[in-house]
């Protein structure tokens, strides 16, 4: 399940990604700054990208929306 998220104060609609590794290709970024980043131990996110584990729906939503809302085009 994926939401979309309107940000009340840029009034920008964020883009949706349906799992960790498309929000990894639209973030272009290596694993460690994404850990950096969204301050999510590292281990986490070797796991969500081996695909042995999947991030929870809800993480990668929040993940996506705080990528667009800080990064507009």
């Known amino acids: 399940m994926n939401y979309k998220w309107e940000h009340k104060d840029s009034n920008a609609v964020v883009e949706e990604v349906a799992n960790f590794n ?24 070797q796991r969500w990208n081996s695909a042995g584990v999947v991030a929870p729906d809800y993480v990668i939503s929040l993940m996506n929306y705080k990528w667009d809302c800080e990064n507009k085009k």
């Open 22 to 45: 498309e929000l990894k290709e639209k973030m272009n970024l290596p694993l460690t700054k994404i850990s950096e980043y969204f301050g999510i131990p590292y281990i986490n996110v």
